[in-house]
């Protein structure tokens, strides 16, 4: 006996619903599932019906986003001197350039400079040459010596320079200025002769060993995304190739203007292919817990519900509304509506649906 209503109830005896209802007898050979469809067995066949079972499986995803290389903030360097003076002599003068570490960038004159050099190597050999003085007289000196060199110091002059203008040197008219990190030359506005400014930009380094790749991950992607995650990456420059690097940072603000966040995704970059500005196609292993699954083509979306086809055996199929999860590749999470080890029709599903819709 059925329900009258049409409620997935039924009963082995006669029986009345809340409503005070008789159930409805069902007989041998008829459909005995609410709502279900009853096909010959020939008829499947010919169909060609597929079935796969409702299993937990961790959903293979892949968030896909476009992107571009940009470099790596950390590994950007300024070069700009600290105190005013004269480009005498250039040694790197073109953008682009690799420089090594320690490298001479160009030799620059200051009087500045060349004054607190010449007080510095005055005052330490005074109190080199005042040492039966009294310690009133040395101390004073000594003060001043410490003062002058504090600032050739402050002035990234050499300790190299400056024990030689202790031991009686002469002051050097020029101080070379160099390379702080090995890089190329980002950009350059030292040009000969010109005159700087202390906190002026001459030079913009940047180390390219590492860059980053910035993806814009859609709004509703960017819940699978995590720091640590895989992702792979093709270049319109390298075809046919594809490169590793792992997802370390997600932007906190999403850009209004095309409902994205921004993934920053770092590349080794040790033969320098990557170029700042290369477009880039990514990849990311999203996957997660292990969940109900089916297969995607096993969901027949109407617009309004979602619906499975569950296989009863002998022909007999049942229509499920189901609530979806996440996507996969290949699958879809399912979070209500069947259990695990049911079957569910794969193929020819909606020749099934049609075929139930003609007999309705």
Do not use: C
Request: charged residues 30%.
């Amino acid at each position: 006996y059925r329900n009258p209503m049409g409620l997935p109830d039924i009963s082995p005896t006669p029986k009345k619903d809340s409503m005070g209802m008789d159930y409805i007898p069902v007989y041998e050979g008829e459909e005995q599932d609410t709502g279900g469809i009853k096909i010959s067995p020939e008829k499947v066949q010919k169909l060609g019906v597929r079935t796969a079972r409702v299993e937990r499986r961790a959903l293979d995803a892949v968030v896909r986003a476009t992107g571009r290389i940009e470099v790596d903030e950390r590994r950007q360097f300024t070069v700009t001197p600290k105190f005013e003076g004269y480009i005498e002599r250039l040694y790197v003068n073109s953008t682009g350039q690799f420089v090594s570490r320690g490298e001479r960038l160009f030799d620059a004159y200051s009087p500045e400079l060349l004054a607190a050099q010449r007080e510095y190597a005055v005052a330490a050999q005074a109190v080199a040459h005042l040492k039966d003085a009294d310690p009133q007289t040395v101390a004073g000196m000594k003060r001043l010596a410490d003062s002058a060199l504090a600032r050739l110091r402050n002035w990234d002059v050499s300790d190299e320079e400056i024990a030689q203008l202790a031991a009686g040197g002469e002051p050097r008219r020029n101080l070379s200025l160099r390379a702080p990190v090995a890089g190329f030359v980002l950009e350059k506005k030292a040009v000969q002769g010109m005159r700087f400014m202390p906190g002026e930009m001459l030079y913009q380094l940047a180390d390219l060993s590492t860059v980053w790749l910035i993806a814009d991950v859609f709004e509703q992607d960017i819940g699978r995304v995590r720091v640590g995650q895989r992702a792979t990456v093709r270049l319109e420059a390298y075809p046919g190739q594809r490169f590793e690097g792992r997802v370390t940072y997600l932007y906190p603000t999403l850009k209004p203007e095309t409902r994205s966040a921004q993934v920053r995704i770092e590349l080794a970059n040790p033969g320098g292919r990557f170029k700042p500005a290369m477009y880039a196609q990514v990849e990311i292993a999203a996957g997660g817990a292990a969940m109900l699954a089916v297969p995607d083509s096993a969901v027949i979306d109407s617009g309004t519900r979602r619906i499975v086809l569950v296989d009863r055996g002998e022909g007999r199929f049942e229509p499920r509304e189901v609530k979806l999860g996440g996507r996969g590749d290949q699958y879809v999470a399912v979070l209500d509506g069947v259990k695990e080890g049911e079957t569910v029709v794969v193929a020819a599903n909606f020749l099934i649906d049609a075929e139930s819709n003609l007999k309705a």
